[in-house]
């Protein structure tokens, strides 16, 4: 195959480049373990700590199922500890994909950016990848992380099976391809890491607090609730706790699937046209 016909492929080189970018993650496995602990220590000790179902149940003014009722009528389920767990899977994605513009600037600054732009690589092949590496190591993550919130007590709603957890990847999966996209698109033409690290602290936060990852949209103020009913990661912790903790609204589902699909299919095209014409040496 000629070098001409091998650059009409717009997949060629996606698994090299794609392989490369897991290699810099596996091959560091300090930086996988910090990634990996950050979220469970967030469930170990805010979310056993802040134990708002103690402040009901342990009330003698209260009733048991009172206190019960109220939790479930608030969170959507008498354990704020699962509630938060289920969060915390969204928590881990954002902050595994906020990295992946970061890579484009250093790739740019190392040189490696001006040789692969200089082969047969169709540069819909260069975002992908760094979409579809991104997207991996959220799903290793959130696995283990799952895994640790089952160990420290989450319970688990009246419609789950083994088999939601399949839904929970393909959740994570949607949310990891829309907002990596969007951080990409943001360090497509940045030169600077400094820059890329000053967008991601600023939105870091903000997108965590202005969704319901926390706490319940309903509970909070009538200025911040439109933001979180736009924030994408809000459907995403919505989707996985029908899938986890409640007794699944399909309806809700759906449509929790079909706005992260939407997110994730508008940005990650965005993604590889903007490449086409910015992406240069």
Known sequence: MSQTERSKNPLHGFWALTNRELKKW??????LFMTIIQPIIWMSLFGKAMNLS???TSNPNIPQQVAEAMMKQTFGTSDYFSFMAAGMLSFVSL?????????VVWDRRLGFLNKVLSTPVARGAIVLSKIAAATIRSLVQVGIVLGFA??????????FTPFNILGVFVVVSLFCV????VFLLI???????????????????????????????A??????????????L???????????????????????FTYLAIFAGVFATIGIILSWRYLSR
């Not at 902050?95 to 890579?103: I, K, R």
């Not at 089952?150 to 419609?159: A, H, I, M, N």
């Not at 360090?187 to 706490?215: C, D, H, K, Y």
């Open 95 to 103: 902050f595994t994909t906020m990295f992946s513009g970061m890579s």
């Open 219 to 232: 509970t909070m103020p009538d200025w911040l609730q439109p933001v979180a009913k736009a924030n994408p």
């Open 187 to 217: 360090g497509i033409r940045s030169t600077r890491w400094e820059t890329q690290m000053a967008v991601m602290n600023l939105l870091n936060l903000p997108l965590m607090f202005s969704s319901n990852s926390l706490f319940p949209t």
């Open 178 to 181: 829309g907002l990596s996209s």
């Open 234 to 256: 809000s459907y995403t912790s919505d989707a996985i706790r029908q899938l986890l903790l409640y007794d699944t609204n399909a309806n809700q589902l759906m449509f929790d």
């Open 150 to 159: 089952f160990l420290l007590g989450l319970k688990t709603g009246p419609s």
């Open 54 to 56: 103690a402040i009901f």
């Open 26 to 31: 596996y091959k560091q496995p300090i930086v």
